[in-house]
């Protein structure tokens, strides 16, 4: 574990250390409450009846004899929903149509995904649930399944959504199953392409893949008979769930209030509705609060992986190998309902590289499985896994190292992204630099592994900008000196001790004398979710703001404690000094013992916009491979990832998030996709063959911590979460290209795929 | 709602939970894993996929580890249960635990518990397990938030910590 910085001296106590995170123990000891935990008095347990049919005319619902059942107290439908109309609603990484999620929720009419809700029960115990949902009658008439790209969009094409009104650049299109097409252009790529000393172009695809929380989705409701509905659920964004349920359910924003659970890995995909409207409305018939937990098939069947779908890239460089050119024709597969993160992709397929003639089109396209969902660093590492993989080929064919190339046409401050911002300082090159001069970049590798097995090396770089916006957070000032830290953003991944930790620095205090705490809707001010990159970013800043309100009113009591003004009072590292009197002098736990004598508590409160990005972080990522030709079967024996993470505020949980992106990149390289039969129907929905990687399948996963500061932030800190799964799979193909001396322009590339490139190889077909 | 008479009789199971002595009734069909979270109230187990693939479920049945998911309820009557619940002493946390801390050896939490249960079962076999038996030994648990790095060194951490002669005086 490495760190490499270049900032001025900018001096920290706390930031930068690696405390115990605040809420460990509980974790350790399996006191830490997750959404299937909650137990509350009177509470019913509800289950979901799901379509088997990816799309499905329902043209009867009879649910009488479950509602006569043993234990039932209610059942819904369709029926039962609240219809509404089209309006779109940001949802922080995220645009979507609150028709298409009212819909998605609930099918009512006809299922456009196999796993789509179709009723609801709820009953004394899950059991029962399960077993009153076997009387439910439904008669579907099954249409034909739109499952591929080509379907989708090929000429007379079945329509999905005979209402759909896509937008084909700026064009209404009726009768499409192409909800956006857009484009950026700047320069003249194509006159540009005539110049180039060498050009090429691949096309690329890539599969579907899931988030792979360990924890399943889980809502518990209670409709109160005055009109409040309280929700307690597993969820990246309980201020999302808020605004979504009273737009759903027709309430005020106000009658909701939600409170998060602890949350067992959500990656993107645990921001949209799925149990909770359902969990309201069964509560409010059942008058009972009602909990609701997805088993695995259907997190698979019907929560929101990654799009899968295919990239088209095209480079062109001139005879110094300087990138004149580049286009991209990006389709992704939204699911059963537009919106697939093509904007994103758009970003992110040539960001990290100076293109001055550039052309991106992108399609949203709706196919009938699941609609997908953000997925770290949403719709960009397919885009990478095109454009990364172009780069290292394009690399072989001009006789470049892939690192002169990097190094050479690296985006810096100043450069145009290619959606149009410039970028500020960013640690692009600096990421390069820092693999390049990493102990792995700079050992040899041994070509021949055991028993016949092929080596080989390869690099990728990644970039991900993440977002800022609404944040809260309240300080409360306890008399011992310990002060309380309340905040709205569910902790996935250590946020509430990165949160507390910038605020001790401003306090003066360590870690552990800040106590944080996740709190519902109605006991903080609007929180935007933990995703984008933000929380330990945008949310740190509310704690910083916090943190300086409540110095600015502890000045303010001292001087009365000492009959000064408080222009008198100054506050370094930790103590409050009187400038006019030096031997008058107290340490924040003095002072905070004062508080009661000088005008009573204080609490104070930061809330933030944090406008702008989390500052953009780069990676840049070397993974060693090793090839059995005789199996197809690919192991990673040596990884290392570099990335700018700004200033590191807890440097384990920083290496934490690189590690497990790569982790994910790996698995969505070697092994992840979704396996369906011709009508839709995924034949893979479980853990033993959705193959996840497991601790047998990873080396130590080094990291590299590069520090640009971020001007953005007080303490240079940028958002990190998201970058680490965008250079995982072009790298790993880059190094299975280095191996085997062949490519593959799919993932998985899994063993079948492996042996296939190999058969291609020796029948000259150089691997394509 | 009706209220019919249930229609399975359930059955009495006696075991010991953590080192105390636990009845329960088990519907026929029960999991140990529903049992101990829903009947004992010992939510630390968790349920990933109640099928066996993800290992967040994992206690000790009779010393052995299992997937509690896939273990019938009434399978516990006469055995030993270790859970995680049981896992650190009195006011004090085992050395597995304290490591999983220092280590960061966790994110969201969530299989936390299981790799603890199987990662004591191990050092209790095997007191000094290198990293690919560390790796081999805990293939049955499924992480999707650490990438393992840290969760390995967590494991040779209390190894290590554990290794180490008592100090003098005592425990």
């Known amino acids: 574990m490495t760190t490499t910085t270049d900032r001025p001296a900018q001096q920290f106590n706390v930031v930068g250390t690696r405390p115990i995170r605040h809420d460990g123990v509980d974790k350790v000891l399996g006191r830490a409450q997750y959404g299937a935990d909650l137990k509350l008095p009177g509470l019913i347990h509800g289950a979901v009846l799901r379509s088997p049919h990816a799309h499905a005319v329902i043209k009867r619902v009879d649910a009488a004899k479950a509602a006569a059942a043993h234990g039932v107290f209610a059942v819904i439908t369709g029926e039962d929903m609240p219809v509404s109309a089209s309006e779109l609603l940001d949802m922080g990484e995220e645009v979507t149509d609150l028709r298409w999620m009212s819909e998605r929720i609930m099918a009512r009419g006809k299922a456009v995904y196999k796993g789509h809700p179709v009723a609801a029960v709820a009953a004394v115990d899950q059991n029962a649930a399960l077993e009153a949902l076997k009387l439910i009658e439904v008669d579907y008439e099954p249409l034909p399944a739109v499952i591929s790209l080509e379907d989708a969009m090929a000429p007379g094409a079945v329509v999905i959504h005979d209402d759909l009104v896509g937008d084909h650049l700026g064009e209404k299109a009726r009768g499409t199953n192409v909800a956006e097409h857009t484009r950026i252009e700047f320069g003249d790529p194509d006159a540009a392409f005539e110049q180039a000393a060498h050009v090429l172009e691949r096309t690329y695809t890539i599969s579907r893949a899931h988030q792979g929380y360990i924890e399943p989705h889980s809502a518990t409701a209670f409709w109160s008979p005055d009109g409040k509905l309280a929700v307690w659920t597993t969820t990246q964004a309980p201020f999302g769930v808020r605004s979504n349920l009273a737009q759903v359910l027709k309430l005020p924003v106000s009658a909701v209030k939600v409170t998060p659970m602890e949350i067992g890995g959500g990656f993107g995909g645990k921001i949209q509705l799925y149990l909770e409207p359902l969990a309201a409305v069964l509560s409010k018939k059942a008058a009972r609060p009602v909990k609701m937990v997805m088993d695995r098939k259907s997190v698979f069947d019907a929560t929101g992986p990654g799009p899968g779908g295919q990239v088209t890239v095209k480079m062109g460089v001139d005879a110094n190998g300087a990138i004149v050119a580049a286009t991209a024709d990006i389709r992704y597969m939204a699911g059963a309902y537009p919106g697939s993160s093509i904007s994103a992709a758009s970003v992110g397929v040539f960001a990290c590289y100076k293109v001055p003639n550039l052309r991106i089109d992108a399609y949203d396209v709706v196919i009938n499985m699941s609609k997908t969902a953000a997925y770290r660093a949403p719709g960009t590492p397919q885009a990478a896994f095109a454009s990364e993989s172009l780069v290292s080929e394009l690399c072989e064919r001009i006789g470049m190292s892939p690192m002169d190339f990097h190094l050479l046409n690296a985006a810096e401050e100043g450069d145009r992204r290619p959606d149009g911002p410039i970028f500020p300082r960013v640690g692009n090159k600096a990421c390069m630099e820092a693999i390049r001069d990493s102990a792995h970049f700079q050992s040899a590798l041994q070509r021949e592994g055991p028993d016949g097995k092929l080596r080989g090396r390869g690099m990728a770089s990644g970039f991900w900008n993440g977002i800022g916006n609404r944040s809260s957070v309240t300080i409360n000032v306890n008399d011992d000196g310990v002060v309380s830290l309340v905040e709205g953003n569910p902790d996935i991944g250590g946020t509430r001790a990165t949160i507390a930790m910038q605020a001790a620095e401003i306090l003066g205090l360590p870690a552990e004398d800040v106590h944080p705490a996740v709190v519902d809707t109605d006991a903080i001010g609007y929180n935007d979710l933990t995703a984008g990159s933000r929380t330990t970013y945008a949310s740190g800043q509310a704690a910083i703001e916090a943190a300086r309100l409540v110095v600015e009113e502890m000045k303010k009591r001292m001087a009365l404690v000492w009959e000064t003004d408080p222009e008198n009072v100054e506050f370094e590292n930790g103590v409050f000094r009187n400038k006019v009197a030096p031997d008058q002098r107290f340490a924040f736990k003095q002072a905070a013992g004062k508080l009661g004598q000088t005008g009573g508590p204080v609490a104070k409160t930061g809330s933030v916009n944090v406008r702008g990005s989390g500052g953009g972080s780069f990676a840049a990522h070397l993974v060693d491979v090793e090839v059995d030709p005789e199996t197809g079967k690919t192991q990673v024996i040596r990884y290392t990832a570099a990335q700018d993470a700004g200033k590191a505020v807890h440097p384990s949980y920083v290496e934490g998030q690189f590690q497990g992106g790569a982790a994910q990149g790996v698995g969505w390289a070697l092994n992840e996709e979704y396996y369906t039969d011709e009508d839709g129907v995924m034949l893979n929905s479980s853990f033993l063959d959705y193959r996840m990687p497991t601790a047998l399948d990873l080396p130590m996963l080094d990291t590299i911590i590069v520090e640009t500061p971020n001007a953005n932030h007080p303490f240079g800190v940028r958002g990190i979460g998201e970058t680490s799964i965008v250079p995982p799979a072009p790298a790993v193909a880059n190094a299975i290209a280095d191996a085997i001396g062949a490519r593959l322009y799919q993932t998985p590339m899994n063993p079948a795929r492996v042996m296939e490139a190999l058969a291609a190889k020796r029948n000259g077909a150089n691997g394509r | ?171």
Not at chain 2, 64 to 92: H, W
Not at chain 2, 99 to 126: D, S
Not at chain 2, 134 to 141: D, F, T
């Open chain 2, 1 to 171: 709602m009706t209220q019919q008479e249930a229609p399975v009789r359930k059955i009495t199971v006696a075991c010991d939970v953590n080192g105390y002595p636990a009845e329960f009734l088990a519907a026929p069909h029960q999991s140990l894993l529903e049992a101990l979270r829903e009947a004992m109230g010992l939510t630390g187990t968790k349920e990933g996929c109640n099928d066996g693939n993800c290992g967040a479920c994992t206690v000790a049945l009779d010393g052995r580890i299992v997937d509690s998911c896939l273990v019938l309820a009434a399978e516990a009557d006469g055995k030993r249960v270790d859970t995680i619940e049981g896992m650190a002493p009195p006011n004090g946390l085992h050395p597995l635990q304290q490591a999983f801390l220092e280590e960061a050896a966790l994110q969201c939490g969530i299989c936390t518990p299981g790799f603890l249960v199987a990662a004591k079962a191990l050092l209790e076999r095997e007191p000094e397990p290198d990293e690919h038996r560390i790796r081999l030994w805990l293939a049955g648990n499924l992480c999707r938030c650490t990438g393992y790095d840290k969760i390995v060194r967590a494991v040779q951490r209390a190894s290590s910590e554990m290794s180490k002669p008592a100090p003098a005086g005592g425990a």
